[in-house]
């Protein structure tokens, strides 16, 4: 078998920004990284068409075993969410609106059988992890182990939970549909216990869908938006097992007091995660609201004093070094300045996520 990863990372980033009408403004950014192949897909919708103008859809998709199903999905499955459901969408009915969007998950999924067995498909599954933003609320959909939350206040007030096949009520509809745990993981194989595709694991003809090894259904949550809504952050699990949920809310707020401009942040959290360890694809998008922060000059003061000690204390260790005939290196910099009690740092980045300054804002 080929490695999964690479010798080294692919550091190239696609990034895009974007807003609506009615104040959403979002950024986009994702990288290969270490794996051999880029199986991420991610849709950013800040308006629907027709009467859903005031709506936004974005959502983030992770493959595995092969890009088909997350490309197909971030191309369609807005669509089939759409076509069971315009007019439940409209009536901003909440109990409608998650009918709706469960319905597309499953429609969705079995169009894709029947193209994969015509067609012959890859293996591929894909997680989707997504919200759609109406004048009233916030839908956080989710299916697999990417995550969305959403920050007010400087806090995390909600998150979606993971689908991990060692959870209690995943591990029943897997034991029941005649496969094991092994590993935490399906059948000793797949780590995530819901995805689109992964037709593999649901060929249990007399079972209903959602009653499969693998379930397509998503769980659907509703918060009725507030003033104090910040942002909200979609992103694969290639943030997440490098980034905890409270530590990346006040990453991200604290670089927003500080730039103002989303595409950069991206950029920062996915060179955050990379240095933390993160093997996987990395996808992110921050979705901001009117309550986000807002950049300060109070807070650009203390960052280009942070930048001054941290030039000051990088000079100290160079001369350090040099006193002891040794040749400056940049690890060990990076090290010792790590070890050190820095006041100020961004929190959940720390010295490390000061490659870049204030030099972002425009």
């Not at 696609?14 to 051999?36: D, F, I, K, P, T």
């Not at 920062?268 to 950049?295: E, H, M, R, T, W």
């Not at 001054?308 to 010792?336: A, C, H, N």
Request: aromatic share 8%; with cysteine.
């Amino acid at each position: 078998m080929p490695s999964p990863y690479l010798d080294r990372p692919i550091l190239e980033k696609h990034v895009s920004e974007g807003g609506s009408q009615s104040g959403l403004n979002y950024a986009v950014a994702s990288m290969q990284g270490w794996r051999a192949q880029m199986e991420d897909a991610h849709t950013c919708m800040p308006e629907l068409r027709n009467e859903l103008t005031e709506w936004g859809y974005f959502a983030v998709f992770d493959g595995h075993a092969g890009t088909t199903v997350a490309q197909y999905c971030s191309r369609n499955l807005l669509d089939h969410i759409l076509a069971t459901g315009t007019k439940q969408l409209a009536t901003e009915d909440p109990e409608q609106v998650k009918e709706a969007v469960r319905e597309g998950f499953l429609d969705i999924d079995r169009h894709m059988h029947k193209l994969a067995r015509q067609d012959n498909w890859d293996r591929s599954g894909s997680t989707a992890a997504a919200v759609m933003i109406s004048p009233r609320y916030i839908y956080f959909i989710n299916c697999g182990d990417s995550r969305t939350l959403l920050c007010q206040n400087g806090h995390v007030v909600f998150y979606t939970e993971d689908h991990k096949p060692f959870n209690p009520r995943e591990k029943e509809r897997i034991q029941n549909a005649g496969g094991s745990v092994t590993l935490q993981r399906v059948n000793g194989s797949l780590a995530v216990s819901r995805a689109l595709g992964d037709f593999d694991f649901k060929e249990v003809d007399w079972r209903p869908q959602t009653e499969q090894l693998v379930s397509p259904e998503p769980e659907v949550y509703e918060m009725e938006r507030t003033p104090e809504d910040e942002f909200l952050i979609l992103a694969c699990d290639g943030v997440w097992d490098a980034i905890g949920n409270e530590e990346l809310c006040a990453f991200v707020r604290s670089r927003l007091q500080v730039c103002d401009d989303l595409r950069e942040i991206c950029t920062q959290v996915i060179d955050l995660c990379l240095y933390k360890g993160s093997l996987d694809n990395i996808s992110i998008i921050i979705i901001c609201f009117p309550g986000a922060p807002q950049v300060s000059q109070e807070a650009l003061q203390q960052e280009a004093e942070l930048e001054r000690q941290i030039d000051m204390k990088v000079e100290e260790i160079i001369q350090m070094m040099r006193s002891r005939d040794e040749d400056p290196d940049l690890l060990y910099v990076i090290k010792f300045l790590a070890s050190e009690e820095m006041p100020g740092l961004p929190p959940g980045g720390g010295i490390t996520s000061k490659k870049h300054g204030p030099e972002c804002l425009h």
